[in-house]
């Protein structure tokens, strides 16, 4: 990602833009804070590209929930980091159901990361992904659906698929 000949814009947003953020990290904090999402975030900030990180953005004493569906559409790309317990997270689907709407409408452009998990499980919501929904039917069953097919969508769209051994 860090190469010249990448999608994303070489420098900030200017002032003129309607983008806030170049790009939207979205990710399991419980997998990823610490590591591939710290990695991916320092890499795009080094070369001048203006990502918005949950932890690293979010204002003290503001709602969380509209600040980061406000970032998603203030954001020119997503990059959403999937990984063993993403969908576990009702935040990290909610984002993802946010970011396909507006990838679908051409508002948004996403690049899917599979971090220790393979895309064809996250398509089909097998393993680790399945149990998250076995608990997600009780509490939340009207959004069940809406969050399988976004994460099926993501899977669908070429990415980078990275297995620490």
């Avoid at 997998?31 to 990502?51: H, M, V």
């Avoid at 393979?118 to 608990?135: E, M």
């Avoid at 009207?142 to 994460?151: D, S």
Wanted: charged content about 30%; aromatic content about 10%.
């Amino acid at each position: 990602m860090a190469s010249s000949s990448s999608s994303f814009p070489s420098s900030s947003v200017s002032s003129t833009s309607k983008w806030t953020y170049d790009v939207f990290l979205s990710f399991s904090g419980e997998d990823t804070r610490n590591t591939a999402s710290d990695f991916i975030y320092y890499a795009l900030e080094e070369k001048g590209i203006k990502t918005f990180k949950d932890d690293r953005n979010l204002e003290r004493g503001k709602t969380i929930e509209p600040e980061l569906l406000k970032a998603i559409k203030e954001s020119k790309f997503a990059v959403v980091i999937l990984s063993k317990n993403y969908a576990a997270s009702t935040w990290c689907l909610d984002e993802l159901v946010e970011i396909i709407d507006r990838e679908k409408k051409m508002e948004m452009t996403v690049l899917p990361v599979f971090y220790n998990v393979d895309p064809s499980d996250v398509r089909k919501q097998i393993g680790t992904l399945a149990h998250a929904f076995v608990k997600h039917e009780k509490q939340f069953k009207e959004k069940v659906e809406t969050w399988k097919g976004a994460l099926s969508h993501v899977a669908n769209i070429a990415g980078y698929h990275v297995q620490n051994r």
